[in-house]
């Protein structure tokens, strides 16, 4: 059966609405000569950032496959697909901010980013441990959830500032 696993909604929201908090008043503020390019380049932008924010794992009884968009290919993010059978081991490496990101090795020595900000992370853990045999008790998200929360929540309010600025 094939599971699909989205990029969590608060991760999502959270780059967008940090992407308006911080564009929005570019077109409000730019010359008249600028304004239509301004607009321009934040619908552009905004289109982007939603785009690459749309990747997703799917897995299934025989692999395991990381998909991403056409402009995130282009900008350098690569699809990549692992054998169940092939995967050997989980790697932990430590970030400079503190936490642990998580590799699938394999039994080619490829290693591949176990992705962490996936919608029903516990359910996608236990389909990796299910099929690998691999114990996956130690990993988490990469940082909690309420940080990706109180981000969406500073980028609103500041959204919010701006329009009541700009209506005043």
Do not use: H
Request: aromatic letters at 14%.
């Amino acid at each position: 059966m094939i599971e699909k696993f989205k990029t969590l909604f608060f991760v999502k929201s959270s780059l967008i609405s940090l992407y308006l908090a911080l564009t929005i008043p570019i077109p409000f503020i730019s010359l008249d000569k600028f304004k239509i390019p301004s607009i321009f380049t934040f619908v552009l932008g905004l289109f982007l950032i939603i785009n690459i924010t749309s990747e997703y794992v799917e897995t299934c009884n025989n692999k395991i496959s990381y998909k991403t968009s056409f402009i995130a290919k282009t900008l350098g993010r690569k699809n990549w697909e692992i054998s169940w059978k092939d995967i050997k081991l989980i790697k932990t490496l430590p970030t400079s901010q503190g936490s642990k990101v998580y590799y699938l090795n394999t039994n080619k020595g490829d290693n591949f980013l176990i992705p962490q900000r996936v919608e029903n992370f516990e359910k996608f853990l236990l389909i990796v441990s299910k099929n690998t045999g691999i114990n996956i008790n130690e990993i988490s998200y990469i940082s909690p959830l309420w940080t990706y929360k109180l981000l969406t929540l500073l980028s609103v309010l500041m959204i919010i500032g701006e329009l009541f600025a700009f209506l005043n």
